[in-house]
């Protein structure tokens, strides 16, 4: 793994996949036995909604200063990061992926900030005790999206404010976010030679619209 600079986020650098990183391996189980349940390392890349998320903490630190902030998917750590360096007073990330959560104390380490990492789906249970959700690339599929709301709609009615940072997937809640901010930035996924296309971090709003 090279530890590079994000992509629209020089503060922050990272542990990113590189064709001699041997990350095959984790979508390929026959090249190693003991990889029993590969996932497909999304944790080595940088995604566009979390980037935007990213990029708008440390372009207004007010928004996480003195708070305790939930990272949700924290995947490579690159929003709680910014959470940290921004001056939240506790970052807890939260990650799925056995390897994305090894990621995260490297990425942390290495970006000079103290995260709470924790292993496994948060959102089949109570909000933590937090101030603030940033929720990155969350919306990325159905079955996600379906466990993801309910999660996101106890915090609310806990008293957690919640932001989003999303491309425009087909499974973003449209009528439940208020856009705050968009910047455009390459996302996973998408060709080289391609244009990117505006990413926006939203406030996650009540059905009812408060």
């Not at 992509?7 to 990272?14: D, S, T, W």
């Not at 940033?134 to 919640?162: K, N, Q, T, W």
């Not at 997937?169 to 968009?182: D, G, Q, V």
């Amino acid at each position: 793994m090279r530890l590079v600079p994000v992509p629209a986020l020089p503060e922050i650098q990272f542990y990113t996949a590189h064709p001699g990183s041997g990350l095959r391996r984790l979508v390929d189980p026959e090249d190693d036995v003991n990889e029993a349940e590969p996932q497909p390392p999304y944790w080595a890349y940088a995604w566009a909604g979390g980037t935007v998320l990213a990029r708008y903490i440390l372009d207004h630190p007010i928004t996480v200063a003195g708070r305790r902030v939930l990272d949700l998917g924290a995947g490579s750590g690159i929003v709680g990061i910014a959470a940290a360096k921004a001056g939240a007073r506790e970052v807890i990330a939260a990650e799925i992926d056995r390897n994305g959560v090894a990621a995260l104390g490297l990425n942390a380490a290495a970006n000079g900030v103290a995260i709470t990492v924790v292993g496994g789906d948060v959102t089949a249970g109570s909000p933590p005790v937090v101030d603030l959700v940033l929720a990155g690339d969350v919306f990325y599929g159905h079955d996600v999206a379906s466990r993801v709301m309910p999660f996101l709609d106890r915090c609310l009615a806990a008293g957690i404010e919640i932001l989003v940072g999303d491309p425009g997937r087909a499974c973003l809640p449209r009528s439940r976010l208020r856009l705050l901010a968009e910047y455009t930035v390459p996302d996973f996924g998408e060709a080289k030679d391609a244009a990117p296309s505006p990413s926006g971090v939203f406030r996650f709003k009540t059905e009812a619209g408060g």
